[in-house]
């Protein structure tokens, strides 16, 4: 998992320009949704949004009206969780032209219930994607309009800030479907608001900005020359020796010259260029490399037995501009691995193996139809519901502990950025105290170095003093907490429960240490990062009323529900129909990489745990028991009063004889 949104640099230049706490809050909000570590409760793949369900409907509906796929009953939950997100949207809203979509969407989804794979049926399915083609390319301003009415606005009510939560959601939903880069991204914005301020007209075309022309070369290893490429790709060029402006880069000539001379010179390989329209580099760097994999297709399928790869260096360059950057595919490595259980339980291994052919491919659409093979490997693809209930519980838990982490995180992206403004401050003053005493007495220019001496000065001071006082705002308030909630080497909760204790309202008969710890969260919130103090407010909430986690457990499962229909579907349209690519499938390929993680992170936690008859249980029974288990939690926190008290959020998805509300 990696804590997106939490750049020192951007969250200093947020304070710097006086950025309110809501705006600094969407901003990370919406990046940490597009970080592909981030949890899959809180990736845009599950938030549901305008921008990834109505393409999803979209595509479907086209497909429908050509192929016959997906048929029935799916297309019409297809239609229904697009309906779902309009109105989600428009009660969050209340925004007038959502109030008018959500029409449109209940007639999409009548007619969807009476589609029988008749010539019928799909003219009328081609005539609804045609309008919901038009809303889709109405989306951007819509979104635009939401964005800056929400811009200035402050969240000081629950009602206001779930409705940032939803616009940030959807913010979220349209910025990954156009692939922008998460680093690229906090990167872009730091610079934005040094030089724009708060501007939201800056800060929108920095997160949704237009796609432009970009130069991606590739080394291609088995082949020394491909024949007829540029017939195939009209923007493809090839290289293997000679002039290197046979690629036609332009400006960045001498920078592809350098890569050039990299790579070895051997009769079988090559360089081939291609031009990408893209949001930013990494984003180019991808599509190319999946446009190019595609190319070799043709390569592959023309030699029986001839095996050609991509290297993983790539060189990205913006067309008409100077500067280039060598790219490699984003992957994680660790020292030392570890298995997932030290067994092989039944019915897991065949999982395993899909679920690792699904991160091998480069095609979204293809890790999407493999990953829900994956699932159909261990068995628990046949009740999505049932899938999706399970994983909202394994979400809760997660959530919960992350909302500590954030507090950690937070106190480190602060220290780090006060570290480096005193270290700059420091630097500048010493700059000019060289400078004057360099000057003569009597240089006209000493007047002014000493007037900038005393303000680079000032600011030294005030970098020390709010470096200092993060010892008292942050770092002490978190000592306290760790008291009650211990902690691991690695700053890991010893036991969730107690954290939970902290979060909870107060009983009578309460440890003094948990209460000290209370205490310490409430002063220790003011000063942590908005996207912090949010999400351990809101678990401070929903635990302080059962029926908030009802409520949250039965929303978070739907949107789960609606992603497994998703992939579902683009299992249908990969293995059945041969369509390899759709709108948004960039989000889905991801998302369903990230269902199978999910799903394998609950059935390691429960072999690792269980013993007896549990230990041997098959995948699609621990699903169904964790199901069961999650359907009487919900009834239990619904019938509750008060607080949740007896959840146990330690155990919510192990081995438990007693289940989830257990606890005294």
Request: proline letters at 5%; glycine letters at 6%.
């Amino acid at each position: 998992m990696t804590f997106s949104g939490f750049d020192p640099e951007l969250l200093g230049q947020l304070r710097a320009s006086g950025a309110l706490r809501e705006q600094t809050y969407l901003l990370q909000r919406v990046i940490r949704s597009i970080e592909p570590a981030t949890l899959l409760s809180q990736h845009s793949a599950t938030l549901a949004g305008l921008a990834a369900e109505l393409p999803r409907t979209h595509s479907a509906l086209l497909s429908y009206s050509v192929l016959g796929q997906p048929k029935g009953r799916l297309l019409r939950s297809l239609c229904l969780n697009a309906a779902a997100a309009v109105n989600r949207a428009a009660a969050a809203t209340a925004h007038q032209p959502l109030v008018h979509l959500t029409h449109t969407l209940a007639e999409i989804v009548d007619a969807s219930g009476s589609m029988y794979d008749d010539q019928e049926s799909r003219v009328a399915a081609a005539a609804f994607a045609a309008r919901l083609d038009t809303l889709i390319a109405e989306l951007p301003k819509l979104l635009w309009a939401l964005f800056l009415d929400s811009w200035h606005a402050t969240a000081s009510s629950p009602g206001r800030w779930a409705r940032l939560d939803q616009i940030s959601d959807e913010v979220a939903c349209l910025v990954a479907a156009t692939d922008r880069d998460p680093d690229t991204l906090q990167q872009e914005l730091t610079h934005t608001l040094a030089k724009h301020g708060t501007d939201p007209a800056a800060i929108w075309q920095t997160l949704h900005p237009d796609r432009v022309r970009h130069h991606v070369a590739c080394v291609v290893h088995g082949a020394g020359e491909l024949s007829g490429l540029s017939a195939l790709d009209p923007t493809a060029r090839q290289w293997s020796e000679g002039q290197p402006e046979r690629l036609g880069w332009g400006a960045a000539r001498d920078r592809l010259r350098q890569f050039l001379a990299t790579v070895p010179r051997t009769s079988t390989s090559c360089v081939v260029a291609v031009d990408v329209d893209a949001v930013d580099k990494p984003s180019a760097a991808r599509l190319a490399r999946r446009r190019v994999t595609e190319l070799l297709d043709q390569y592959v399928a023309g030699h029986r037995l001839l095996t050609i790869s991509l290297d993983p260096r790539m060189l990205v360059t913006r067309a008409g501009t100077v500067r280039s950057d060598e790219l490699t595919p984003r992957r994680s490595t660790v020292n030392r691995a570890y298995p997932l259980v030290q067994r092989w339980p039944h019915g897991l291994r065949e999982g395993l193996r899909m679920a690792h052919l699904a991160r091998t491919t480069e095609s979204p659409l293809t890790a999407a139809a493999l990953s829900w093979a994956a699932l159909e490997a261990l068995g628990v693809n046949e009740k999505a519901s049932q899938l999706a209930g399970v994983l909202a519980l394994q979400a809760m838990r997660q959530q919960v502990v992350e909302a500590h982490q954030l507090l950690h995180q937070s106190a480190t992206a602060s220290t780090k950025h006060a570290r480096s403004r005193v270290g700059t401050t420091r630097r500048r003053v010493v700059s000019l105290r060289r400078a004057i005493e360099r000057c003569a007495p009597d240089h006209p220019e000493v007047a002014r170095l000493r007037t900038a001496l005393a303000g680079a000065v000032g600011r030294h001071e005030d970098a020390v003093r709010r470096s200092d006082g993060l010892t008292s705002s942050l770092h002490e308030p978190l000592a306290v907490v760790a008291e009650y909630a211990t902690l691991d080497d690695h700053k890991y909760l010893l036991d969730v429960n107690r954290w939970v204790d902290v979060l909870l309202p107060e009983r009578a008969g309460d440890d003094p240490a948990l209460l000290d710890a209370r205490v310490a969260v409430h002063d220790l919130l003011p000063h942590a990062a908005p996207l912090a103090a949010r999400q351990v407010a809101d678990w401070r909430g929903r635990l302080a009323s059962a029926g908030s986690c009802a409520r949250w457990l039965v929303a978070t499962q739907e949107r789960m529900r609606s992603l497994l229909d998703a992939l579902y579907s683009a299992r249908n349209l990969a293995l059945h129909s041969g369509v390899f690519q759709a709108t948004g499938d960039v989000v889905l390929g991801l998302g369903g990489l990230m269902v199978v993680d999910f799903t394998l992170e609950v059935l390691g936690n429960w072999y690792r745990n269980a013993t007896g008859p549990d230990a041997h249980a098959s995948p699609f029974e621990v699903v169904r028991e964790l199901a069961a288990r999650q359907e009487d939690l919900c009834g239990r926190l619904r019938d509750a009063r008060g607080a949740a008290h007896p959840l146990n959020v330690e155990w919510l998805t192990s081995p438990s004889t007693d289940g989830a509300w257990d606890r005294a």
